[in-house]
């Protein structure tokens, strides 16, 4: 079977000449189509067939050159206000309506920049930016990589953990196997910090006798958040005192191994002592007589 390129167009024909086709014959031949030098769009060629001493028939053949790619349920994500350690997770759904697997990664987590923001930026406000540009990321993905199956989707767990009292925005970079242009996703979130205003800042209690019932002042404690905040004086918490001892104990080198704290050292002599076989029971038959 012969193949004939029709040039220019991305198809090809294989079939070969047939001399004398038979009464009620019929006969197939192939037709493929390369599209990798194709734009997106639609393609028709005619085929000419010449029947020898006759008509010529011509044969429309069509295709659609389309690019991989995938959808996304949403393409912007806002996060609610949350404290600063404190995290919260959204989701955002993959599809992949080809009839061909499709391979995507995510390849940055950037923070946005407007348009023309350095342009009218003091050299302290690059010098911050250039800083916010460098920080951990606030924003997690996961997974972060996969291969849909044709017609299948994917869940995508995004994790919001900011690092400091301010607004974020990050614009997430999902690039997919085979695809010029990959998917952007725009995330935002604010990030809040617990405060409390005292009133008066400062507290001058005066002069107070020796012996006396001594003197008393009130400050005003004010909660200006929009959400409820604990708070509690160390030096009169009794808790506190033992609390640091604790801690203290648990984070001090350990004295045997200089290298670990005292919570990893007895962490690693703990799963030393899983590791170790443990012995079989022994079974003991006893007699007796009757």
């Known amino acids: ?11 090809s024909v294989h079939v070969d000449q047939v001399k004398g086709l038979p009464p009620r014959y019929t006969m197939n031949f192939d037709v493929s189509f ?9 393609v028709d060629v005619l085929l000419p067939i010449k029947v020898a001493e006759g008509l010529t028939y011509n044969i429309r ?15 912007t994500l806002e996060f609610s206000d949350i404290l600063i350690g404190q995290c919260q997770l959204e989701t955002v759904r993959l599809y992949n309506w080809f009839q061909v697997p499709c391979k995507w990664s995510i390849t940055a987590i950037k923070p946005v920049m407007k348009k ?19 920080e951990p990321c606030p924003f997690k993905v996961t997974p972060s ?21 301010r607004s974020y925005e990050n614009e997430l970079t999902l690039k997919i196997s085979g695809s010029c242009n990959p998917l952007k996703l725009h995330l935002s979130g604010q990030g809040l910090e617990p405060r409390l205003e005292f009133s008066p800042p400062a507290l001058e209690m005066g002069w107070v006798l020796v012996d006396s019932d001594g003197v008393e002042a009130t400050v005003v404690v004010k909660n200006p958040c929009s959400f409820p905040i604990e708070f509690y004086f160390l030096d009169f918490d009794e808790q506190y005192p033992e609390e640091e001892k604790v801690r203290r104990h648990v984070w001090s080198p350990c004295t045997c191994c200089p290298s670990f704290t005292a919570l990893q050292h007895s962490q690693a002599c703990a799963r030393e002592m899983e590791a170790l076989p443990r ?3 022994t079974l003991l038959t006893c007699y007796g007589r009757t």
């Open 34 to 42: 390369e599209s990798a030098r194709w734009p997106q769009g639609d």
């Open 279 to 281: 012995a079989k029971p």
């Open 1 to 11: 079977m012969g193949v004939s390129v029709l040039q220019d167009t991305g198809f």
């Open 145 to 165: 990589e996969g291969t849909l199956d044709a017609g299948s989707w994917q869940d995508l767990q995004i994790q919001f953990t900011p690092k400091e009292e």
């Open 116 to 134: 023309n923001q350095h342009k009218y930026m003091t050299p302290d406000g690059r010098q911050k930016q250039l800083a916010v540009e460098h």
């Open 61 to 75: 053949l069509h295709a659609t050159v389309l690019e991989l790619s995938l959808n996304v349920s949403k393409s």
